[in-house]
């Protein structure tokens, strides 16, 4: 069974600061999902990548697949920049495996 | 607004209660699913559907349902509901699966939160 582990768990910078989020998995997989949660709100897929690097705006999502390891980054970061970031495996009918998540807190 | 919708958002229920979560997607998505999110634990996979009329298990089926026949609708039957079952739920809709890749994605529906007391 595929385990996703992400790193830190917890995380609060000062706004402006480079951000970095982390994901490792254990089984070589097909497709590698980053998702943004806001407290008490829904769940946006922000990347899905298989191989290279990705960006959007500010933030920028990497993948090494032979080191199983993939990081999120967010430049400038800003307060509304808050929210938990989840990383996922899957690319299968059978739906993602998900990590626990990041909660990233960027105070003004 | 295409997208996921999910209704109610909110609901508490007694213990032994049943109800139906509501799911419905209007961008002609083939692959549904069902998940549950609990404090410090990521989403686990409760059911999902490939098409209209195939669902299949996830890794806590266990006391839910589903149903699926339209491409559109992915309902959650909960029956005899525990507090085991007090938890967020999401429902999603994903297109296109295997390679080659495209910045398909997935859509959340901005979920139901449930109560069993």
């Known amino acids: 069974k595929n385990e996703v582990e992400q790193s830190p768990q917890n995380l609060t910078a000062q706004e402006g600061e480079f951000i970095t989020i982390n994901c490792s998995y254990s089984?070589?997989?097909?497709?590698l999902h980053w998702l943004q949660q806001h407290p008490g709100g829904g769940i946006v897929s922000l990347f899905m990548?298989?191989?290279g690097k990705k960006k959007h705006g500010r933030l920028i999502a990497t993948i090494n697949i032979q080191e199983k390891h993939s990081s999120l980054h967010i430049t400038a970061s800003h307060p509304r920049d808050s929210a938990v970031y989840i990383c996922?495996?899957?690319?299968?009918?059978?739906?993602?495996?998900f990590g626990k998540g990041t909660h990233l807190i960027i105070q003004p | 607004n295409a997208g996921v919708t999910q209704t109610p958002k909110f609901r508490i229920l007694k213990i032994g209660q049943s109800m139906t979560l509501q799911c419905a997607q209007d961008?002609?998505?083939?692959?549904m699913y069902w998940y549950r999110q609990d404090p410090g634990m990521g989403l686990k996979l409760i059911y999902y559907?490939?098409?209209?009329?195939?669902?299949d298990k996830g890794e806590v089926p266990n006391g839910y349902n589903v149903s699926r026949s339209t491409t559109e609708d992915f309902p959650l039957r909960l029956e005899l509901a525990a507090p085991s079952q007090t938890s967020v739920y999401f429902c999603?809709?994903?297109?296109?699966?295997?390679?080659?890749?495209?910045?398909?994605?997935?859509?959340f529906g901005s979920g139901t939160r449930l109560t069993v007391v």
């Open positions: 990548l298989s191989s």
């Open positions: 559907s490939v098409g209209a009329g195939i669902t």
């Open positions: 999603a809709s994903s297109y296109s699966i295997g390679p080659p890749w495209k910045d398909y994605g997935y859509t």
């Open positions: 961008m002609n998505h083939n692959y």
């Open positions: 996922a495996d899957g690319g299968g009918a059978d739906g993602l495996t």
């Open positions: 089984v070589g997989i097909s497709a």
